[in-house]
Every structure is written in structure tokens, then in C-alpha cells.
């Protein structure tokens, strides 16, 4: 089976699309070795995909704005693309952008539907582009996965989807998010990022959806009881609208207790997850919630928001609340902080939960879709 996938997530550093579209096809080449694998990208000029090198590439040689603009328009020109892409059997669209094709199949993965549900927290030129296209995608496309089953409720009910139209798979955990022993290799990362002795972790992009100043006020409220709470280390790169959230360290007179370590290698994640007594991710949407997923994988306690898909994911391993709960964010990170066995059995329910997740399992889900769309008539022109 000649398969392509968008890799163009991954080529630009898209956080969790970047990372689902890697890891994924990663898997897909481990386990079906003999089918023909093509990674699609957009850029102006040539990136060499040494993560990937038994992986035939092919570049659209034009910026993010100007290829969704030429999608847009083939499709309300009702122009197919076929001759400008590489021929094969399934287009797999990982990156919320699907070209109209007529020659090949066409599996859509979708995300989250961030964008209608915080609209305020998205570029309006992005925003519209989604709302405009979207619908147009998940109707061409031959088949759909959702990464949760919140997704897929959110998809039937606000872009009248068929259900049946959309398999669920479950994202994944790379097998570097485990309990890390070697104490060097912890205190050379240690020593690297100026992290304390003991920290609280957020580890996330930094914008306003991932609700960071929620876990902020939290802090706070922790410090102003007198506890002895160690330091909190804010892990991720800045992205949109981050500037209110970073100014608001400093109206809560934290700017000598908030580690921003800014960029981390990636081989170093694991080991800045490890050290840490806590991880606390108070986001208020997630499509799947990755970065929970790997801090349990790593044995390290997780408190979340309980909400969208985060609770499919965490399940009874983690500690969840309401994501504008701040004084239940304060409470429990006390009770993990201060309570050793605690720690130790959401560390143990951690592990097992994580274990759950495998980007194994989840190619062997999506080639079950590929084949399912396979099996469909060859589609025409806009639907």
C-alpha cells in the first residue's frame, strides 16, 4: 500500500500535532515495513528528515499561509490536486488540512475543536480558516480519527459528522517517558537547567488556553499559608498570547520562586519530568492531553483539569479538578507534596494507566482505517 502522510507538523515544531504525526509514522514504518511511505511537507526550502531515513519525502514548496490558501481555493474552484502531490493510495492528513483528491483515499485526523470552543485563544485568520474549512475536509475525507472519544462527540454533534464516519485512536507515549535510575544522568539534567531540589512541573506550551495562570494563583495561594512549597518550574516554549501570563508571575511577587527554563532538549524531557515531585497541568481544553500521558509514563505524580479528554486519559491515576478551581489546584498539590504514600500509589497507578498507550497499538488502529478507506470508491470532485 502506498501510503503519504503530512509530516508538516513535525517539520515546523507543532507541539502535539508535530509529535502525533512523527511518532506515528515512526510506528507505522516499524510495523508494516513493506508498505510505501511517503512523508509530505510545506516549506520554501528542503529540511532533511534524518529522524526518518528509509522515508521518501516530498515538499510543497510554499509557506503555512500560502499552500492552506491554494487548498482553499482548489476547493472552491472544485479542482482535484492530484498532479501536484505524490501519487499514492492514502493521503493521511495529520495537520487539520486536507487537498481535494480524486485518484487517492483520504483519512482525516482530527485534533480538537479548540477553535470554536475558545475562540479568543486563536489567530482570526486561523479561526476563520477553520471555520470555513473544516467542515469542507471531514466531508471529503473517506474516513476520520479522532484521538478521544471527547473529540469525536464534539465533531458529531457540532460539525454533524456521522459517528460511524469516525474511528477513535488513542495518541501514544514514546518509550523515553519511563522512571529514569541512573542518578548521574538525572543530576547532569539537573545541573544543565538550574533545577532545584525539589519542583512543582508545568510542562506545556505557554498560551492561554493551557490555563498556566490558574496553576499561578495556585502557587500563591500555597505560598501564602506558610507551607514550604518548593519551587515551580514552568517547562515550554512561549506561544501566542503569552505576554499576560508571564506578566502575571510578577504581579504575584513570584518571579523568585517560577523557574522558566524555556528550551529543553528533547532527550532531556524525561529526565526534567522525573526529578519532579508533581506535575500539574491545569489546561482547559485538550484534544488528548499528551504531555499528562508522559509524565505518568515517567512514574511521576500527575494533577490535572478534569476537563475535555483529560479524564479518558488520566483516569483514576491522577488527581483531577475543575480547571478555574484554584484553591482545589492549592489542595491538591499539598496532599501530594506532603503525603509520601500518596505520591508513591498515583506513582504506581501512573505507570500502569501510561502503559495503556502505545503508539504500537495506534498503528495498528490506523492501518485498519487505511484499509477501511481503501475499500471505498475513488471520491470526486467537492462534495
Given at each position: 500500500?502506498?501510503?503519504?502522510?503530512?509530516?508538516?507538523?513535525?517539520?515546523?515544531?507543532?507541539?502535539?500535532?508535530?509529535?502525533?504525526?512523527?511518532?506515528?509514522?515512526?510506528?507505522?514504518?516499524?510495523?508494516?515495513?513493506?508498505?510505501?511511505?511517503?512523508?509530505?511537507?510545506?516549506?520554501?526550502?528542503?529540511?532533511?528528515?534524518?529522524?526518518?531515513?528509509?522515508?521518501?519525502?516530498?515538499?510543497?514548496?510554499?509557506?503555512?499561509?500560502?499552500?492552506?490558501?491554494?487548498?482553499?481555493?482548489?476547493?472552491?474552484?472544485?479542482?482535484?490536486?492530484?498532479?501536484?502531490?505524490?501519487?499514492?493510495?492514502?493521503?493521511?492528513?495529520?495537520?487539520?488540512?486536507?487537498?481535494?483528491?480524486?485518484?487517492?483515499?483520504?483519512?482525516?485526523?482530527?485534533?480538537?475543536?479548540?477553535?470554536?470552543?475558545?475562540?479568543?485563544?486563536?489567530?482570526?485568520?486561523?479561526?476563520?480558516?477553520?471555520?470555513?474549512?473544516?467542515?469542507?475536509?471531514?466531508?471529503?475525507?473517506?474516513?476520520?480519527?479522532?484521538?478521544?472519544?471527547?473529540?469525536?462527540?464534539?465533531?458529531?454533534?457540532?460539525?454533524?459528522?456521522?459517528?460511524?464516519?469516525?474511528?477513535?485512536?488513542?495518541?501514544?507515549?514514546?518509550?523515553?517517558?519511563?522512571?529514569?535510575?541512573?542518578?548521574?544522568?538525572?543530576?547532569?539534567?539537573?545541573?544543565?537547567?538550574?533545577?532545584?531540589?525539589?519542583?512543582?512541573?508545568?510542562?506545556?506550551?505557554?498560551?492561554?488556553?493551557?490555563?498556566?495562570?490558574?496553576?499561578?494563583?495556585?502557587?500563591?495561594?500555597?505560598?501564602?499559608?506558610?507551607?514550604?512549597?518548593?519551587?515551580?518550574?514552568?517547562?515550554?516554549?512561549?506561544?501566542?498570547?503569552?505576554?499576560?501570563?508571564?506578566?502575571?508571575?510578577?504581579?504575584?511577587?513570584?518571579?523568585?520562586?517560577?523557574?522558566?527554563?524555556?528550551?529543553?532538549?528533547?532527550?532531556?524531557?524525561?529526565?526534567?519530568?522525573?526529578?519532579?515531585?508533581?506535575?500539574?497541568?491545569?489546561?482547559?481544553?485538550?484534544?488528548?492531553?499528551?504531555?499528562?500521558?508522559?509524565?505518568?509514563?515517567?512514574?511521576?505524580p500527575v494533577i490535572s483539569s478534569n476537563a475535555s479528554s483529560l479524564p479518558e486519559v488520566i483516569g483514576d491515576a491522577g488527581i483531577l479538578v475543575a480547571p478555574r478551581d484554584v484553591s482545589g489546584f492549592a489542595d491538591a498539590i499539598a496532599r501530594v507534596l506532603e503525603n509520601d504514600a500518596?505520591?508513591?500509589?498515583?506513582?504506581?497507578?501512573?505507570?500502569?494507566?501510561?502503559?495503556?498507550?502505545?503508539?504500537?497499538?495506534?498503528?495498528?488502529?490506523?492501518?485498519?482505517?487505511?484499509?477501511?478507506?481503501?475499500?471505498?470508491?475513488?471520491?470526486?470532485?467537492?462534495?
Amino acid at each position: 500500500m502506498r501510503i503519504t502522510l503530512d509530516l508538516s507538523p513535525f517539520v515546523h515544531h507543532h507541539a502535539g500535532l508535530g509529535r502525533y504525526a512523527g511518532e506515528l509514522t515512526h510506528a507505522l514504518q516499524n510495523l508494516a515495513p513493506k508498505n510505501e511511505y511517503t512523508g509530505l511537507y510545506h516549506a520554501t526550502r528542503a529540511h532533511s528528515l534524518t529522524a526518518f531515513p528509509n522515508l521518501e519525502t516530498f515538499r510543497v514548496p510554499l509557506d503555512a499561509k500560502p499552500w492552506r490558501m491554494s487548498v482553499l481555493l482548489a476547493y472552491h474552484a472544485r479542482v482535484n490536486m492530484d498532479r501536484w502531490l505524490p501519487t499514492t493510495e492514502i493521503f493521511h492528513a495529520t495537520d487539520h488540512l486536507l487537498p481535494p483528491l480524486k485518484n487517492s483515499r483520504s483519512v482525516f485526523t482530527i485534533h480538537d475543536l479548540i477553535f470554536r470552543f475558545f475562540p479568543e485563544y486563536h489567530l482570526p485568520l486561523n479561526r476563520w480558516f477553520l471555520d470555513l474549512m473544516l467542515p469542507k475536509f471531514m466531508r471529503r475525507a473517506d474516513a476520520i480519527i479522532a484521538v478521544s472519544e471527547n473529540t469525536k462527540r464534539d465533531v458529531v454533534k457540532w460539525m454533524n459528522v456521522p459517528a460511524e464516519k469516525i474511528s477513535v485512536i488513542y495518541e501514544g507515549v514514546s518509550h523515553a517517558f519511563r522512571p529514569i535510575q541512573d542518578r548521574d544522568e538525572l543530576e547532569r539534567v539537573r545541573a544543565a537547567y538550574h533545577l532545584p531540589p525539589r519542583y512543582i512541573l508545568f510542562f506545556s506550551t505557554i498560551e492561554p488556553r493551557k490555563n498556566l495562570i490558574s496553576l499561578l494563583d495556585a502557587y500563591a495561594e500555597l505560598r501564602k499559608r506558610g507551607s514550604d512549597v518548593p519551587p515551580l518550574v514552568v517547562m515550554g516554549r512561549k506561544g501566542w498570547l503569552y505576554e499576560k501570563t508571564l506578566q502575571h508571575i510578577g504581579a504575584l511577587d513570584l518571579t523568585e520562586r517560577v523557574v522558566l527554563t524555556n528550551w529543553v532538549e528533547g532527550a532531556d524531557v524525561p529526565a526534567v519530568i522525573n526529578l519532579a515531585d508533581v506535575f500539574v497541568f491545569p489546561s482547559l481544553y485538550e484534544g488528548f492531553g499528551l504531555t499528562p500521558l508522559e509524565a505518568m509514563a515517567c512514574g511521576t505524580p500527575v494533577i490535572s483539569s478534569n476537563a475535555s479528554s483529560l479524564p479518558e486519559v488520566i483516569g483514576d491515576a491522577g488527581i483531577l479538578v475543575a480547571p478555574r478551581d484554584v484553591s482545589g489546584f492549592a489542595d491538591a498539590i499539598a496532599r501530594v507534596l506532603e503525603n509520601d504514600a500518596l505520591r508513591q500509589e498515583f506513582r504506581a497507578r501512573g505507570l500502569k494507566q501510561a502503559a495503556r498507550f502505545t503508539w504500537e497499538r495506534a498503528a495498528q488502529e490506523t492501518l485498519r482505517v487505511y484499509e477501511q478507506a481503501r475499500r471505498t470508491n475513488p471520491r470526486g470532485a467537492e462534495k
